[in-house]
């Protein structure tokens, strides 16, 4: 039972956030482009995957993403984890801490994003934002109760390059990631996008449907090996089609089915996402410490 | 005894976001009028940073009434609250009807949208398409008093 006078602060904090501005979200879940929130801006997401699973159970794992652009150079993130998987149990899996730092001030052909996230997750956990080192589909065939015994403490490094062209957004991501345990090597793996709305121009009126407002393209991900064992044998791959739908009230709907590519991997992720953004949140903070209108 | 742990490391980051989002908010609390001044002064310097080649660009919406409203729009949508709903300025954006914005090449001012002034929290606004850019400036261009470029007084709705 919540309190009445929670969920009258919370509608209050809702309806001080009421002046939004339009997302112009790109679709990718995994990989990122050079674009950060915007100063003052808090982005609320949540996204769902759900993945088959072969000699073991299907499953849906979820995770609800707090962004905020902290300036126009700086967006820090917040990630809360969870999954259920089919006839076995739902777990809280972890969560993530990230920020992502434009390293040029102006526009370039290539722009660099320098990204670093910590995270702290247990083996349970089937979000598979990223797919790295020789991460394959039979590691999440045990059952939770197995799987969540494993927690892992991991610092993730990611140089975001991303270009923009006539509409067009292509988005390579290296990563690199070091789980904390001495023993343990360095893991890598790529995400690569490309995306364009499917209208260049904008109407004159607002609407929900028209093509200036929804954007489609492709991404593709997978691990590389880790410092031990580099290479692609025993890697997962995944190629998958996206599509964002930016609404004028603020919403942006993400769709997403990934299939993969070899038989290591999990024959379909298919992923949904919905993301509000609130403009001016960090006004409504600077109110709340007493900051002038 | 792990998740004490967790839950305490849950709660160390979940103050450090709290703080990150206070020192933010309060860093602008900070912030008087004369320091309004130097942030949009910087801004208007940002007009003079853009290149000979970009200032002379064309605009291909020039006099578009069309393009001027679609500008309108997603100005609306982007660029109000920082700059105000009428393009008037407020403390977190220049206003826009200033005679250095006024007075400046439409290539100009799609280079600054383009590139932003990062540094002075205006963020890069080539995630809109380049016919979205230039729109925009088809609409801050009608802002003027009497638009030599659409031949409308005021700004084009």
Same mark, same amino acid.
């Given at each position: 039972?919540?309190?009445?006078? +929670?969920?009258?602060? +919370?509608?209050?904090?809702?309806?001080?956030?009421?002046?939004?501005?339009?997302?112009?979200?790109?679709?990718? !879940?995994?990989?990122?482009?050079? /674009?950060?929130?915007?100063?003052?801006?808090?982005? $609320?997401?949540?996204?769902?995957?759900?993945?088959?699973?072969?000699?073991?159970?299907?499953?849906?794992?979820?995770?609800?993403?707090?962004? /905020?652009?902290?300036?126009?150079?700086?967006?820090?993130?917040? /990630?809360?984890?969870?999954?259920?998987?089919?006839?076995?149990?739902? +777990?809280?899996?972890?969560?993530?801490?990230?920020?992502?730092?434009?390293?040029?001030?102006?526009?370039?052909? $290539?722009?660099? !994003?320098?990204?670093?996230?910590?995270?702290? +997750?247990?083996?349970?956990?089937? !979000?598979?934002?990223?797919?790295?080192?020789?991460? $394959?589909?039979?590691? /999440?065939?045990?059952?939770?109760?197995?799987?969540?015994?494993?927690?892992?403490?991991?610092?993730?490094?990611?140089?975001?390059?991303?270009?923009?062209?006539?509409?067009?957004? $292509?988005?390579?991501?290296?990563?690199?990631?070091?789980?904390?345990?001495?023993?343990?090597?360095?893991?890598?793996?790529?995400?690569?996008?490309?995306?364009?709305?499917?209208?260049?121009?904008?109407?004159?009126?607002?609407?929900?449907?028209?093509?200036?407002?929804?954007?489609?393209?492709?991404?593709?991900?997978?691990?590389?090996?880790?410092?031990?064992?580099?290479?692609?044998?025993?890697?997962?791959?995944?190629?998958?089609?996206?599509?964002?739908?930016?609404?004028?009230?603020?919403?942006?709907?993400?769709?997403?089915?990934?299939?993969?590519?070899?038989?290591?991997?999990?024959?379909?992720?298919?992923?949904?996402?919905?993301?509000?953004?609130?403009?001016?949140?960090?006004?409504?903070? @600077? @109110?709340?410490?007493?900051? @002038?209108? | 005894?792990?998740? &004490? *742990?967790?839950?305490?490391?849950?709660? =160390? &980051?979940?103050?450090?976001?709290?703080?990150?989002?206070?020192?933010?908010?309060?860093?602008?609390?900070?912030?008087?009028?004369?320091?309004?001044?130097?942030?949009?002064?910087?801004?208007? &310097?940002?007009?003079?940073? #853009?290149?000979?080649?970009?200032?002379?660009?064309?605009?291909?919406?020039?006099?578009?009434?069309?393009?001027?409203?679609?500008?309108?729009? %997603?100005?609306?949508?982007?660029?109000?609250?920082?700059?105000?709903?009428?393009?008037?300025?407020?403390?977190?954006?220049?206003?826009?009807?200033?005679?250095?914005?006024?007075? #400046?090449?439409?290539?100009? %001012?799609?280079?600054?949208?383009?590139?932003?002034? =990062? *540094?002075?929290?205006?963020? =890069?606004?080539?995630?809109?398409?380049?016919?979205?850019?230039?729109?925009?400036?088809?609409?801050?261009?009608?802002?003027?008093?009497?638009?030599?470029?659409?031949?409308?007084?005021?700004?084009? *709705?």
């Amino acid at each position: 039972m919540v309190p009445p006078l +929670i969920t009258t602060l +919370i509608c209050a904090l809702f309806f001080l956030l009421s002046s939004f501005v339009l997302a112009q979200e790109s679709p990718y !879940i995994v990989t990122y482009n050079h /674009y950060l929130e915007e100063p003052g801006s808090l982005e $609320v997401e949540y996204f769902s995957t759900f993945g088959t699973q072969r000699a073991g159970k299907d499953f849906h794992a979820f995770w609800m993403e707090f962004e /905020y652009g902290a300036t126009a150079w700086w967006t820090t993130e917040f /990630y809360v984890d969870g999954q259920t998987t089919f006839n076995d149990s739902t +777990i809280f899996t972890g969560f993530r801490f990230e920020n992502r730092l434009r390293l040029l001030q102006r526009e370039h052909t $290539v722009n660099p !994003i320098f990204y670093i996230e910590y995270e702290q +997750i247990s083996a349970a956990d089937k !979000i598979l934002k990223e797919v790295e080192g020789h991460d $394959v589909e039979s590691d /999440y065939a045990e059952s939770n109760a197995v799987l969540r015994c494993e927690r892992d403490h991991e610092l993730e490094f990611k140089l975001l390059l991303s270009s923009t062209f006539k509409g067009w957004n $292509v988005a390579v991501n290296p990563i690199t990631t070091k789980n904390l345990s001495p023993s343990e090597p360095w893991e890598f793996a790529y995400a690569i996008g490309a995306s364009r709305p499917l209208a260049l121009k904008a109407l004159p009126n607002r609407c929900n449907f028209c093509l200036e407002n929804f954007v489609a393209g492709v991404e593709m991900y997978g691990g590389l090996g880790d410092t031990q064992s580099a290479g692609l044998h025993d890697t997962s791959h995944y190629l998958a089609p996206v599509a964002a739908w930016n609404l004028p009230s603020d919403w942006t709907l993400r769709l997403s089915s990934g299939f993969g590519l070899n038989g290591n991997s999990h024959r379909l992720l298919l992923r949904w996402g919905v993301s509000r953004e609130f403009s001016g949140f960090g006004e409504v903070v @600077r @109110r709340l410490f007493g900051g @002038r209108p | 005894m792990t998740s &004490l *742990r967790d839950s305490f490391s849950i709660g =160390v &980051l979940f103050a450090i976001g709290v703080w990150s989002v206070a020192f933010v908010g309060a860093r602008s609390a900070a912030q008087n009028d004369d320091a309004l001044h130097k942030k949009n002064s910087s801004t208007y &310097l940002a007009l003079k940073d #853009a290149p000979q080649k970009a200032r002379e660009k064309r605009n291909p919406f020039q006099g578009d009434l069309e393009a001027a409203a679609a500008g309108g729009k %997603l100005f609306d949508q982007h660029g109000a609250r920082c700059h105000g709903k009428k393009a008037g300025g407020t403390r977190y954006g220049a206003s826009l009807l200033n005679e250095e914005v006024q007075r #400046a090449t439409p290539g100009t %001012l799609f280079w600054v949208l383009t590139n932003g002034v =990062v *540094r002075r929290g205006m963020p =890069v606004w080539s995630k809109l398409s380049e016919p979205e850019r230039w729109q925009v400036v088809t609409f801050l261009q009608s802002l003027g008093p009497q638009s030599p470029k659409t031949g409308t007084p005021g700004p084009v *709705r």
